[in-house]
């Protein structure tokens, strides 16, 4: 069966999952293997997609290299076992109708070539007759029937008989209806265990939460897991997995099996099997989903947190000072004017051990006054509080001179250290101070969050938890798409990006991206659109895929101003013709614009959906989605841990947002938490719901724990501190966000009902741990 029969096949499968149209499935899968890009595709085809959207677009390619490599899997191990003669029909059609690889690997695990095992060795000297009768006659005696099969190897009735129980063993193991159920069966009952090592207390006290800890494997939320295994792996935390009742499993394997397990030798058996083998890699399997399943969730966060980042308010084409707050290296500082380039460097020494206030208020209010400066940004590290009321005093010294006052805003600094000594610094900035690069990025940022922070490593932004534990091939794929669809959502400057900022626009690679500014540097600014066609190695392809995304103001064209793509031009041609006036005189005209209707635009290549956006598009050109330009006030001060006090109401900045709950930065170097029972007086079951990263947001102190620099917040300004911050309000609320803590009294209430389960061999599952890649 080859890749190109399964697509009808993986279409249907995926269009179910997302509930959409198959066709607008295979129409999506067409256009990605055509070379089209998502961004491209969901901007400019969604007649053939039916409006599929950048995220369900990013699915379908997802989905459909699984299911690819599923069904090419299926066929090599159909191949394999028809080689081996094995292969009847009702194999071959429960492997045919396989949608999981790991159903499919249960069902090949009895052919899989594998290294010789103890049931292998036990079968070769003719054990396997001896289990048949033991499972025959279980009212027989086990040891007179195994000294009948002594043999070299198995040389007394106990070692036959050790032999006959490996041979059923591995039969229970090689049965994948049982292994399925198990697994299923552990997965939906069993429940995570973590105790702390002993010892480990004082040094592993970020995972005080998990010391005693105990909660259900289904209701496991993806940083617990995450949190949980980072424990473990940093020697903190035991983790057990609890199964439940091995009495209940060793049933479910009787009955598969058909024993009387009225006989003890089957019994001991059976209950030998669960907790050696069975157990074993039901743990593993659960493990490695619970893993998979909290990596997927905390990518989807990371995800959803760089978006709103990268599509932050920008303050525009302002004059603006970076400060890139220090106490003994002192405060760096870089002027930028409205484009970005760098106007002026200085350090000044304002505060400890140099002191030199006065001097340092005296130079940025002559940096302000000569380059006309908007905007003050300061970075959010060491000493911005500070740092924070210096600018302010800088900026009251302006405006009782005369001038209009600059506006201080303070602005996350994540990652300017590593633009700092970057390639991407050093090729712009080449003969500056690696120290002075961060606070010309800390100015810019503010200027325009995108187009400043393309340039940084998108891990190093800082609006992801726990990305280190995650797999970071898959981290940087999702991130990468995020930046990608937030730069195609803006537009791009032609004639002002920079190469990174260039190389994120749909069909334009870092080698287009540098001929692209090289052409420019060399030719002047383009002129139009068409001008791109010109660029070394921009091609047909390419410039289908970029056009649309690349904006040029004042050019030759008013359309390339816009999103328009220059293969609809044609239609606005139309347009404008139906209307009397000339393209330039159409665009903005919005009186006459909402009079025209779609339909009567439309043809067999530009159909409705284009066109409707099209019209929307002439409206308002090049309309910028991200919101209005805000910024916070930090409470004057308020400026470490210990000035606050439960009860006050600060506005803050939301920093990151997580599962549960978001970080506001209140501008005391620590962010504080507000859980997400405590977002709203109403039940919230995604926090991206109520806030996004970078929203101003007032909070109220709930509690500070000094020591271990963690603030409770809430939104609920209501909220009275000595209440739990994560009381329930409405609907199902969770209160903790800690799981259960277990009390000794769970402790042994949990450990009479699961029976034997903690008897488990530890030395046996430690190992597959080990080779699993789990623990240290």
């Given at each position: 069966m080859s890749s190109a029969s399964t697509a009808p096949h993986i279409a249907a499968h995926i269009a179910t999952e997302l509930h959409v149209p198959e066709a607008n499935v295979l129409a999506a899968l067409g256009l990605i293997a055509e070379g089209n890009t998502v961004p491209f595709i969901a901007r400019y085809r969604k007649e053939a997609t039916g409006g599929l959207d950048d995220t369900q677009l990013r699915t379908i390619e997802e989905r459909a290299t699984y299911l690819t490599e599923l069904a090419d899997r299926k066929q090599t191990i159909l191949a394999a076992i028809e080689e081996q003669g094995k292969l009847t029909d009702d194999l071959k059609a429960l492997i045919l109708a396989c949608d999981t690889k790991a159903r499919l690997e249960d069902l090949y695990l009895p052919y899989k070539k594998r290294r010789k095992t103890k049931a292998d060795a036990a079968r070769e000297a003719g054990l396997e007759p001896l289990l048949d009768r033991l499972i025959a006659e279980p009212h027989g005696d086990p040891v007179a029937a195994a000294e009948a099969y002594v043999c070299d190897g198995f040389e007394d009735p106990k070692k036959a008989l050790d032999g006959a129980r490996a041979i059923l063993i591995d039969r229970f193991a090689l049965d994948a209806n049982l292994v399925g159920e198990l697994r299923e069966t552990m997965y939906s009952t069993g429940s995570m265990e973590s105790q702390v090592v002993q010892g480990k207390e004082q040094d592993g006290a970020k995972f005080t939460d998990y010391f005693s800890f105990v909660e259900p494997f289904t209701s496991l939320p993806s940083h617990r897991i995450l949190a949980l295994f980072r424990g473990e792996k940093e020697g903190v935390l035991h983790l057990n997995l609890n199964a439940g009742d091995d009495d209940h499993y060793c049933g479910?394997?009787?009955?598969?099996?058909?024993?009387?397990?009225?006989?003890?030798?089957?019994?001991?058996?059976?209950?030998?099997?669960?907790?050696?083998?069975?157990?074993?890699?039901?743990?593993?399997?659960?493990?490695?989903?619970?893993?998979?399943?909290?990596?997927?969730?905390?990518?989807?966060?990371?995800?959803?947190?760089?978006?709103?980042?990268?599509?932050?308010?920008?303050?525009?084409?302002?004059?603006?000072?970076?400060?890139?707050?220090?106490?003994?290296?002192?405060?760096?500082?870089?002027?930028?004017?409205?484009?970005?380039?760098?106007?002026?460097?200085?350090?000044?020494?304002?505060?400890?051990?140099?002191?030199?206030?006065?001097?340092?208020?005296?130079?940025?209010?002559?940096?302000?006054?000569?380059?006309?400066?908007?905007?003050?940004?300061?970075?959010?590290?060491?000493?911005?509080?500070?740092?924070?009321?210096?600018?302010?005093?800088?900026?009251?010294?302006?405006?009782?001179?005369?001038?209009?006052?600059?506006?201080?805003?303070?602005?996350?600094?994540?990652?300017?250290?590593?633009?700092?000594?970057?390639?991407?610094?050093?090729?712009?900035?080449?003969?500056?101070?690696?120290?002075?690069?961060?606070?010309?990025?800390?100015?810019?940022?503010?200027?325009?969050?995108?187009?400043?922070?393309?340039?940084?490593?998108?891990?190093?932004?800082?609006?992801?938890?726990?990305?280190?534990?995650?797999?970071?091939?898959?981290?940087?794929?999702?991130?990468?798409?995020?930046?990608?669809?937030?730069?195609?959502?803006?537009?791009?400057?032609?004639?002002?990006?920079?190469?990174?900022?260039?190389?994120?626009?749909?069909?334009?690679?870092?080698?287009?991206?540098?001929?692209?500014?090289?052409?420019?540097?060399?030719?002047?600014?383009?002129?139009?659109?068409?001008?791109?066609?010109?660029?070394?190695?921009?091609?047909?392809?390419?410039?289908?895929?970029?056009?649309?995304?690349?904006?040029?103001?004042?050019?030759?064209?008013?359309?390339?101003?816009?999103?328009?793509?220059?293969?609809?031009?044609?239609?606005?041609?139309?347009?404008?013709?139906?209307?009397?006036?000339?393209?330039?005189?159409?665009?903005?005209?919005?009186?006459?614009?909402?009079?025209?209707?779609?339909?009567?635009?439309?043809?067999?290549?530009?159909?409705?959906?284009?066109?409707?956006?099209?019209?929307?598009?002439?409206?308002?050109?090049?309309?910028?989605?991200?919101?209005?330009?805000?910024?916070?006030?930090?409470?004057?001060?308020?400026?470490?841990?210990?000035?606050?006090?439960?009860?006050?109401?600060?506005?803050?900045?939301?920093?990151?947002?997580?599962?549960?709950?978001?970080?506001?930065?209140?501008?005391?170097?620590?962010?504080?938490?507000?859980?997400?029972?405590?977002?709203?007086?109403?039940?919230?079951?995604?926090?991206?719901?109520?806030?996004?990263?970078g929203q101003v947001v007032k909070v109220k102190v709930m509690d500070v724990d000094v020591e271990r620099h963690r603030i409770g917040l809430s939104m609920r300004l209501d909220d009275e501190p000595g209440q739990p911050a994560t009381r329930k309000r409405s609907g199902d609320q969770r209160g903790s966000g800690h799981g259960r803590r277990r009390t000794d009294r769970q402790g042994d209430r949990r450990g009479d009902r699961r029976g034997g389960n903690k008897a488990a061999p530890q030395g046996a599952m430690a190992d597959a741990l080990k080779k699993a890649g789990f623990g240290r």
């Open positions: 479910i394997i009787a009955n598969q099996f058909e024993l009387d397990t009225s006989s003890s030798w089957l019994a001991d058996a059976i209950r030998w099997g669960w907790k050696t083998k069975l157990y074993i890699s039901s743990g593993l399997d659960i493990r490695m989903r619970l893993k998979e399943t909290a990596e997927e969730a905390a990518l989807e966060v990371f995800a959803r947190n760089l978006k709103d980042v990268l599509l932050a308010a920008p303050a525009g084409q302002r004059a603006t000072l970076g400060l890139d707050p220090g106490y003994r290296n002192g405060v760096k500082c870089a002027t930028v004017d409205g484009t970005g380039k760098v106007l002026s460097t200085l350090i000044v020494y304002p505060h400890q051990p140099q002191n030199q206030w006065s001097h340092a208020v005296q130079a940025l209010a002559h940096e302000c006054a000569t380059h006309h400066v908007d905007l003050i940004a300061i970075g959010n590290g060491t000493a911005s509080r500070e740092t924070e009321k210096l600018a302010g005093e800088v900026a009251n010294l302006i405006a009782k001179a005369g001038g209009t006052r600059p506006t201080p805003v303070v602005v996350s600094e994540s990652g300017a250290s590593v633009y700092s000594a970057s390639e991407i610094a050093a090729a712009e900035f080449p003969d500056m101070d690696v120290s002075l690069r961060g606070a010309v990025s800390i100015a810019r940022r503010l200027q325009d969050p995108l187009a400043e922070l393309v340039k940084i490593d998108p891990k190093a932004i800082g609006v992801g938890q726990y990305q280190h534990d995650v797999n970071q091939t898959a981290l940087a794929k999702t991130l990468d798409a995020v930046v990608e669809d937030a730069v195609n959502a803006v537009g791009v400057d032609l004639n002002t990006a920079s190469v990174p900022l260039l190389a994120r626009v749909a069909g334009i690679t870092n080698t287009i991206a540098h001929n692209i500014v090289t052409y420019r540097d060399t030719n002047g600014v383009f002129a139009n659109r068409a001008g791109l066609k010109h660029v070394p190695r921009l091609g047909p392809k390419a410039f289908e895929q970029c056009a649309g995304f690349l904006r040029i103001t004042g050019g030759s064209d008013p359309l390339d101003a816009s999103a328009v793509h220059p293969e609809a031009y044609p239609v606005v041609r139309r347009i404008a013709e139906s209307t009397g006036l000339g393209v330039a005189d159409l665009i903005g005209n919005t009186a006459v614009l909402s009079r025209l209707k779609p339909t009567d635009f439309a043809d067999d290549t530009f159909g409705i959906p284009t066109v409707t956006d099209i019209l929307a598009e002439l409206d308002k050109p090049g309309r910028d989605p991200r919101p209005e330009f805000t910024t916070a006030t930090f409470k004057e001060g308020v400026e470490k841990l210990s000035d606050l006090t439960p009860g006050m109401i600060l506005e803050g900045t939301v920093t990151n947002v997580a599962a549960f709950g978001a970080f506001v930065d209140v501008g005391v170097h620590h962010d504080g938490l507000v859980h997400v029972s405590a977002l709203a007086n109403k039940y919230v079951s995604d926090p991206h719901d109520i806030v996004r990263s």
